[in-house]
Structures are given as structure tokens and as C-alpha cells.
């Protein structure tokens, strides 16, 4: 008996020393195989060095293209196959897709080799990286190895400094996954004023056969050419609209004619909402998805919206992911091109856009003929146009951006401006800015205004402050038919004190054709607003 009690004894004593050296000689949670990929064991108690190890992995695994995008874990990937919806895209289409906690348990099997202690055997075994450890990662929401994602290109562009970005992978300086290898046609442009011209005479020959309005609708084409190759790296671009009175004039194919230059591919058909709120989520989710250029097509309502605005004008737009609850900062350097017959472009939105206009002049534009296929010739020519494109700009950008006398700034678009606008009308080309003129005289809230400011000065002896309801009465005299008719278009219905105060508040100091609405104080006894309408010089 007291041998027994002797040996249980011994092996409890190896058995503990054997326990104080495993734990006084704890493993590292990484290490590299003969191949020298990284291995990681999955310990207890080791979680944080298991993260940090995992990041190590996954940045050292280039081939897994895995990007911080958006304020998310994201990956550049090819849609095999076309899809349909509220937004169609055509087979091959590049997207930017988020990373989810499964998709990252399959890459991190491929960054690193996993590893489990096996009590029973004694060994290390493989494993599948655990779920916890996916998600304990993903949750990090900071992932300072890995590189910033700002969007995909798949054709070769100037920066913003000039310089040529014309090599496919990941451009670190500017950000850009650049999808594309040899382009067919395409050479290194050369930057001279003589290659400027010779470029812009054939890429307007490309469109000798549509029915523009008049050339500075075909410079604001050349202007969407450019802008299709340069957007990724354009802060704020205004949105392309293509217009025409009857079907069949061309829109659709201009459009695509954008779309083939910038991706090789036909354009993302985003639809319309039925309502603004139905329009905005669509928008987001392609935004989200890092589309290249998005076409909202045959639009038979006033366009407008808060977040077109925001997407012509602002660099990143704060927004919600389907099904999630926080707010990510997404890239808005997509081209967005809207076409429709007849096209009205409304509020805010109008000084955001370029027009296009076509007219054909005749009753079936549908029924004329052709002797070649225009979008073949741009796939086949797409080389030659992106060289010819970068030629334009860089030829203006290598002559010290001469500056343009007469030409007037373009607010929010600044860098639009330099890289598109300005090289188009240095080479003498109309400013295509000129067709979105007409905008301005078609919006019914500059008409309602222009109507009511033109009957208030005429009725309100000058300098005269009144109220709404002051208003309302004397429109209520049947002399004053215009009055009444301006009151009616400004109150979109029949006019009341409450709908023309809210709507002179938020005109307060709108100027139209010299007439200025004030704010003048308030009636003491009724305690409401005054208003007036002055002249500007006066």
C-alpha cells in the first residue's frame, strides 16, 4: 500500500510540473510553416494576440484584395451573371461587396493555416478559423493594416496633380483598385496643345450623327466623356441629364456611350421610387455596391432630391446600409446620368447638372437609319477615345491651366471645373454649361416668384411693409388677377396665411430679376411677420 501511495504521488508531482511548464512557456498565437504562411493557434485566453496575428495574415495576402471601404471590411469582386430589379446590371459588372463574419471565417482559412491543441492527442490539429474569432474581428471596426479602399476604376486616368494612373492593382496613393490590364488602342497620351486639338476633333466626330440642339450640347458630351474617366478622382461632378421632345432621339444610347467608356460594359439602370424616400434607398444601395456609373433612365417626373444633391455636390454622403443600424461614409464618385423626354429638373438639383440636349426633328426619330453600329464602334475604339480624353486634360494641365477670360466659376465644383470644363473651352469649344442655362427658366418656383414679386411691386406703393394676410386681401380684389393667379402658383393650392407665410420664410432674400423678398420686422398688434419687395439698387 505504501508503494502505491509513493508512485501516485510521483506522478501528481510530474503531472504539476509538467502544468507549470506549459504555463510558464505559453505559445505564440502566430508563426509561419515552411511555406511561410502564417500559422495561428486557436488557445484560450489568447483572443487579442489571435486578432492582432489574424490582421497580419489577412494584410499579407494581397491576392484576397480585402480593403476597408466605407467604414467596412469590403472585397472587389465580377458578377457573373447579370442581375434584375430595381437596379439591373450587365454580366461582368465590378462591385464593391462587404464582408460579412462567414465570408471571413473562408479568408482567413486562405491568409493563414488555423491550428487547434488536441487534448486527446497531444498535437496541434487544423481547424477551421472560429466563428468568435471572425466576429470578435469584424468588431473591431478599425483595421489599421489593411489598405483604404476609395473606389474601383476600369480604365486609366489622370490624378488630380496630373499624374498618369495607367497600371492595374492597387494604386496605393490615390486609393483606387485599378480593374483593368491592356486595354486595346490605348497608348500613353502625349500633352501637347496640337494632340489637344487633334484628340477633340475625333472624339466629336464620334457623334456627327446625333441631333444635338446646338455645340455647346455636343461639348457638354465631350464634357461626359471626360467626366466618365475622370470621376473617381473628382471630389464633386454635377449629373449628366440627356433630354429630347420625342422617343427614339438617342438618349439611352449617349448614355451608354458613357458607360462602354468607363467600364466597357452597358451602364447600372437604377429605377425610380414611387416617391422621393423609395428613389433614395435604390441610390444608397448602389453607391454602396461602388458602381461606376449609374443611369436613372426614362424619368416621366420632375427630378429632384435631397440626396441627388448631396451626391452631385459632397465627396461622401452619410448613409444607412439595408437591414443595418449605423451610418457609414460612403463614396459618391459615381457619374449619374438621368435621361427622359422632356426632362424638368427642379429645385436645388437644377444647378447641379449638365444638360444634353437632342432634337431630331421629327415625328418617328425611331425610324431613321444608320450606316454603323455606334456602340460597337465605341468598344472598339474605347482605347483610342480614354487616350485621347487624357490628352485633353493633360494638355491643359501641362500648359499651367492658362486661365480663361470671360469663363465664370463654377460653385462646389471646383475641381470639375479645372480637370473637365476649362480644357474643353481652351481648346475653343463652347462652355457646356451653356445648354443647363434654360433650367433656370423652367423651374415653376422662379416662375412662381418671378409672377409674384413682378404683381407685388406693381400693387405695394415701394418700401411698404405688409403681411401675409395683408397680401391675401388685396388679391382677394377682383382687379388683381395676377396677384391672385401668383398666390395661387406659389400655394401650390387655394391660398391661406399659413401656406404663403411658410413659403415667403423660406424665400426670405431671394432675388429674381432685380426684385428682392425682405423681411421687414413684425406688426406689433398682430404679431406676425412684415415682408416687402425692393429692388436691389434700391
Same mark, same amino acid.
Given at each position: 500500500m505504501g508503494e502505491l501511495i509513493q508512485a501516485k504521488k510521483m506522478r501528481d508531482k510530474i503531472a504539476g510540473a509538467k502544468t507549470v511548464q506549459k504555463q510558464s512557456t505559453p505559445r505564440s498565437a502566430g508563426a509561419f510553416d515552411v511555406t511561410g504562411r502564417h500559422v495561428i493557434h486557436h488557445d484560450n485566453g489568447k483572443l487579442p494576440e489571435i486578432?492582432?496575428?489574424?490582421?497580419?495574415?489577412?494584410?499579407?495576402?494581397?491576392?484576397?484584395?480585402?480593403?476597408?471601404?466605407?467604414?467596412?471590411? +469590403?472585397?472587389?469582386?465580377?458578377?457573373?451573371?447579370?442581375?434584375?430589379?430595381?437596379? /439591373?446590371?450587365p454580366a461582368g459588372a465590378i462591385m464593391v461587396h462587404p464582408v460579412e463574419a462567414a465570408h471571413l471565417v473562408e479568408l482567413a482559412g486562405r491568409a493563414a493555416i488555423h491550428e487547434k491543441h488536441d487534448v486527446r492527442s497531444g498535437t496541434d490539429r487544423p481547424c477551421d478559423c472560429p466563428r468568435r474569432v471572425a466576429d470578435a474581428y469584424? +468588431?473591431? !471596426?478599425?483595421?489599421?493594416?489593411?489598405?483604404?479602399?476609395? !473606389?474601383? %476604376?476600369?480604365?486609366?486616368?489622370? =490624378?488630380?496633380?496630373g499624374r498618369l494612373i495607367d497600371q492595374s492593382g492597387y494604386d496605393a496613393t490615390s486609393g483606387l483598385f485599378c480593374a483593368f490590364t491592356d486595354i486595346p488602342g490605348y497608348v500613353r497620351p502625349l500633352d501637347s496643345l496640337a494632340d489637344a486639338q487633334r484628340a477633340a476633333d475625333r472624339t466629336k466626330g464620334l457623334f456627327?450623327?446625333?441631333?444635338?440642339?446646338?455645340? =455647346?450640347?455636343?461639348?457638354?458630351?465631350? +464634357? @461626359?466623356?471626360?467626366?466618365?474617366?475622370?470621376?473617381?478622382?473628382?471630389?464633386?461632378?454635377? $449629373?449628366?441629364?440627356?433630354?429630347?421632345?420625342?422617343?427614339?432621339?438617342?438618349k439611352t444610347l449617349l448614355c451608354e456611350t458613357l458607360a462602354i467608356v468607363a467600364t466597357n460594359r452597358r451602364a447600372s439602370v437604377l429605377s425610380l421610387g414611387h416617391d422621393?424616400?423609395?428613389?433614395?434607398? /435604390?441610390?444608397?444601395?448602389?453607391?454602396?455596391?461602388?458602381?461606376?456609373?449609374? #443611369?436613372?433612365?426614362?424619368i416621366e417626373r420632375p427630378l429632384k432630391g435631397d440626396l441627388l444633391c448631396q451626391v452631385a455636390t459632397q465627396q461622401f454622403?452619410?448613409? /444607412?446600409?439595408?437591414? !443595418? #443600424?449605423?451610418?457609414?461614409? %460612403?463614396?459618391?464618385?459615381?457619374?449619374?446620368?438621368?435621361?427622359?423626354?422632356?426632362?424638368?429638373?427642379?429645385?436645388?438639383?437644377?444647378?447641379?447638372?449638365? $444638360?444634353?440636349?437632342?432634337?431630331?426633328?421629327?415625328?418617328?426619330?425611331?425610324? &431613321?437609319?444608320?450606316?454603323?453600329?455606334?456602340? =460597337?464602334?465605341?468598344?472598339a475604339r474605347r482605347g483610342e477615345i480614354i487616350t485621347d480624353a487624357l490628352t485633353i486634360c493633360g494638355a491643359y494641365l501641362a500648359a499651367g491651366e492658362p486661365r480663361i477670360d470671360g469663363l465664370h466659376g463654377f460653385g462646389g465644383f471646383e475641381q470639375w471645373d479645372r480637370m473637365v470644363r476649362r480644357p474643353l473651352v481652351w481648346l475653343g469649344l463652347p462652355d457646356p454649361l451653356f445648354p443647363a442655362e434654360g433650367l433656370r427658366d423652367q423651374d415653376p418656383d422662379l416662375e412662381a416668384m418671378r409672377l409674384?414679386?413682378?404683381?407685388?411691386?406693381?400693387?405695394?406703393?415701394?418700401?411698404?411693409?405688409?403681411? +401675409?394676410?395683408?397680401?391675401? @386681401? $388685396?388679391?382677394?380684389?377682383?382687379?388683381?388677377?395676377?396677384? &391672385?393667379? =401668383?398666390?395661387?402658383?406659389?400655394?401650390?393650392?387655394?391660398?391661406?396665411g399659413r401656406r404663403l407665410g411658410f413659403w415667403l420664410r423660406s424665400h426670405r432674400n431671394r432675388i429674381v430679376d432685380g426684385l428682392q423678398l425682405l423681411h421687414a420686422g413684425a406688426d406689433n398688434k398682430a404679431k406676425v411677420a412684415k415682408w416687402k419687395v425692393a429692388s436691389c439698387s434700391g
Open positions: 486578432l492582432d496575428t489574424l490582421e497580419v495574415a489577412l494584410a499579407d495576402a494581397p491576392d484576397l484584395n480585402l480593403y476597408r471601404y466605407a467604414g467596412r471590411l +469590403a472585397r472587389v469582386y465580377q458578377a457573373s451573371e447579370a442581375t434584375d430589379g430595381a437596379v /439591373r446590371r469584424l +468588431a473591431r !471596426g478599425h483595421w489599421p493594416r489593411l489598405p483604404d479602399l476609395a !473606389g474601383f %476604376v476600369e480604365t486609366p486616368l489622370r =490624378a488630380l496633380d456627327e450623327k446625333f441631333p444635338f440642339v446646338e455645340d =455647346a450640347d455636343k461639348s457638354a458630351m465631350l +464634357a @461626359g466623356v471626360l467626366t466618365a474617366i475622370l470621376r473617381r478622382v473628382l471630389p464633386s461632378a454635377p $449629373m449628366f441629364c440627356i433630354t429630347a421632345p420625342t422617343p427614339g432621339t438617342g422621393d424616400a423609395e428613389t433614395e434607398k /435604390r441610390l444608397a444601395g448602389v453607391l454602396m455596391a461602388g458602381d461606376a456609373v449609374i #443611369s436613372v433612365d426614362n454622403v452619410r448613409l /444607412r446600409p439595408l437591414g !443595418g #443600424s449605423g451610418m457609414l461614409n %460612403v463614396p459618391t464618385h459615381a457619374l449619374l446620368i438621368a435621361t427622359g423626354n422632356n426632362l424638368a429638373v427642379i429645385g436645388d438639383l437644377k444647378r447641379r447638372v449638365l $444638360m444634353i440636349r437632342l432634337d431630331a426633328q421629327t415625328e418617328r426619330p425611331e425610324q &431613321r437609319t444608320f450606316n454603323r453600329d455606334h456602340l =460597337a464602334e465605341i468598344t409674384l414679386f413682378t404683381a407685388w411691386k406693381g400693387i405695394v406703393p415701394s418700401g411698404n411693409a405688409i403681411t +401675409a394676410a395683408d397680401l391675401l @386681401g $388685396m388679391a382677394s380684389e377682383v382687379k388683381n388677377h395676377d396677384l &391672385r393667379d =401668383a398666390l395661387q402658383l406659389v400655394c401650390s393650392e387655394k391660398p391661406n
